[in-house]
């Protein structure tokens, strides 16, 4: 049995996805930065992006949450 989610939440789940590509690559980026010693870099674009990711992860959080209750109402 195949089972076909709203595209809402098929939406957020991409959303999601993408956000955690973000993160993984900030993470690889400062490692790079601490490995060539320019840590000040990193530590620019955390106060500069900082905000906008917390914000970001509490909009995908209550999308998903949305998208849960949806998805169990649909059923």
Do not use: D
Request: charged share 5%; net charge positive; with cysteine.
């Amino acid at each position: 049995m195949i089972v076909q989610y709203s595209s809402f939440f098929r939406f957020t789940c991409h959303l999601l996805k993408y956000f955690g590509y973000t993160l993984l690559g900030l993470a690889i980026a400062f490692i790079l930065f601490g490995t060539f010693g320019i840590s000040h870099i990193g530590a620019l674009i955390l106060s500069l992006v900082g905000p906008w990711l917390i914000r970001s992860a509490i909009v995908l959080v209550c999308m998903l949450g949305v998208a849960i209750l949806i998805e169990s109402f649909k059923n």
